[in-house]
């Protein structure tokens, strides 16, 4: 008489045996999971016509006007041995005014030594004197449009007529947004119009080329360029020729031309589609 295996191995031999069984199928875990739903991003961006009443210690029409290639360098401190570099008893100045496109503007341009220097987180701002372009390398947005900052200025150039701020200090950040301000074009751009925001409506009449940029026209022929962000372009933002829109955003003057800086869907809104064939 053979005797059974030891009591204690019995759950263990319970287990080998269902092991031998059909194997088990993997569970489907598409129940798992909400499918989710697609939705557009909207980036609204609020615009007024309501002129700014406000400027800052300095308004921004009177920061000192640098000529061509001449960077003027605030009063105080070392000056860097760079040609052109001049000391400006008008620097620093602390201006004030409401920053009108998020600061991730790429602008690339000639540093101190002549080799090329790369700007990420250019943007421009605003008081009820004027606009200025400043030159920004964060990639971090330490600010939004319609945020309200005053920026101690320290340095300031010009660069094929485009002025802008080579150097600044972020003094106090009034977190917005407040609507930002814009004049509706009636004709082509001009030297006085950089720096501005400026609303165009027109026919998208180009497709965006490989920088993202293309052509509005007006019911006049007036032919405005609009420079999409690079951001934009890789997301696939896209606007068909033939379609009718309307455009808000300030102006740069790059490789002489003017161009409308969007870098937000809700800088373009568009009034009628694209009709297809």
Excluded at 45 to 55: E, L
Excluded at 116 to 133: C, L, N, P, R, T
Excluded at 251 to 263: D, H, K
Aim: aromatic share 10%; hydrophobic share 35%.
């Amino acid at each position: 008489m053979h005797a059974g295996p030891p009591r204690h191995l019995l759950p263990l031999l319970s287990v080998l045996v269902g092991a031998c069984g059909a194997p088990r199928v993997a569970e489907d875990p598409s129940a798992w999971f909400d499918p989710g739903a697609d939705f557009t991003v909207s980036e609204s961006v609020a615009f007024t016509d309501q002129p700014y009443s406000f400027t800052g210690l300095t308004p921004i029409a009177d920061l000192p006007a640098p000529e061509p290639f001449q960077v003027l360098w605030e009063d105080g401190g070392a000056l860097p041995a760079c040609p052109d570099w001049e000391r400006s008893s008008d620097l620093p100045a602390e201006i004030t005014g409401i920053v009108t496109v998020l600061p991730r503007y790429y602008y690339k341009t000639d540093g101190c030594d002549g080799d090329e220097e790369k700007y990420y987180g250019s943007f421009f701002v605003q008081d009820a004197s004027g606009g200025v372009f400043v030159l920004g390398d964060s990639k971090v947005n330490h600010f939004d449009a319609g945020d309200r900052v005053t920026l101690s200025i320290r340095g300031i150039t010009n660069r094929f007529d485009l002025t802008m701020v080579t150097a600044h200090d972020v003094v106090e950040v009034q977190r917005g947004p407040e609507p930002i301000y814009y004049v509706e074009a009636t004709g082509p751009f001009d030297l006085p119009d950089i720096a501005q925001v400026r609303r165009v409506t027109g026919t998208v009449t180009s497709d965006p080329d490989t920088f993202g940029a293309f052509t509005v026209t007006g019911d006049d022929g007036t032919a405005w360029a609009i420079a999409l962000d690079s951001d934009l372009n890789r997301r696939g933002v896209h606007y068909d020729v033939g379609s009718r829109v309307q455009v808000t955003g300030p102006i740069i003057y790059s490789y002489s031309a003017f161009s409308i800086v969007v870098l937000q869907k809700g800088q373009v809104d568009v009034l009628t589609p694209a009709t297809g064939d």
